[in-house]
């Protein structure tokens, strides 16, 4: 008698990959100074399996270290497409390094 034998197809749940930023510095963003209210400076898309996931939410949050400074309302996020903006003009002399770290939710 042979054992029986089965064959199916596995499916891992991965987490979301997010794109980085095409810059040689890795995660950084340079902006210039006194740029356009509204310029869109990062593009969060991420990916499950190689393809965009059109199905999730995206919101920012900032450090408590970054929160300290009135900076965290110098982004906003589209919940939809994931594109990060300034809501108003960086001015260097104020503070020359900004962060904050984008979330997806399904």
Known sequence: MEPDQATGEVEYHRPPEFSKPMTSDGDVISVMENSDKDLIIYDAQARVNGEVDEGL??????TEFES???YRY???IDSSTGEVRLTE???YEDYFRYGFTVHATS
């Open 57 to 62: 939410t995206y919101s920012l949050s900032t």
């Open 74 to 76: 110098l982004f906003r």
């Open 89 to 91: 003009s960086p001015d």
């Open 68 to 70: 300290r400074f009135q």
